[in-house]
């Protein structure tokens, strides 16, 4: 059952700007060593970084604010070995997705020129009672 999905768009340039002005600092704050290594051998750096940033957004709010607490580098974007982008489940990140019945995490990233955007949906076990529309 799905639990939630959550999609974020971030302005490539703007990410960069925060890179340029806050350097290092902001860069640790944000992700993990090894995701900075991994954006950084790439040919669009800033781009990698961005689409990472709108990951970590798009999975809060596919959690529906159920994370809260969670630091943006306790959860890190990684690539399996043929590319595709994973969340890694580690840490207060995995107790947290399993408290909130989240199972399974499916990531899609994208960037073009200006803008990165990430998407994500969230699965977990039904609980056989008939959802209803909140309208």
Request: proline share 1%; aromatic share 8%.
């Amino acid at each position: 059952m799905i639990k939630g999905v959550g999609v974020d768009i971030v302005r490539i340039k703007r990410l960069k700007s925060a890179v340029d002005r806050w350097g290092r600092r902001f860069l640790d704050r944000v992700f993990t060593a090894a995701e900075i290594a991994a954006c950084y051998e790439k040919a669009q750096p800033y781009a990698s970084l961005a689409v990472r940033f709108a990951a970590k957004e798009a999975l809060i709010k596919a959690s529906g604010g159920k994370l809260s607490g969670i630091a943006f580098r306790e959860i890190e974007i990684v690539n399996r070995a043929g590319g595709a982008p994973v969340i890694k489940k580690e840490g207060r990140l995995a107790v947290a997705l399993a408290e909130s019945g989240i199972e399974n995490l499916f990531l899609s990233l994208s960037h073009e020129e200006e803008y990165g955007v990430a998407m994500v949906v969230a699965e977990g076990a039904g609980n056989n009672e008939k959802r209803k529309a909140g309208f």
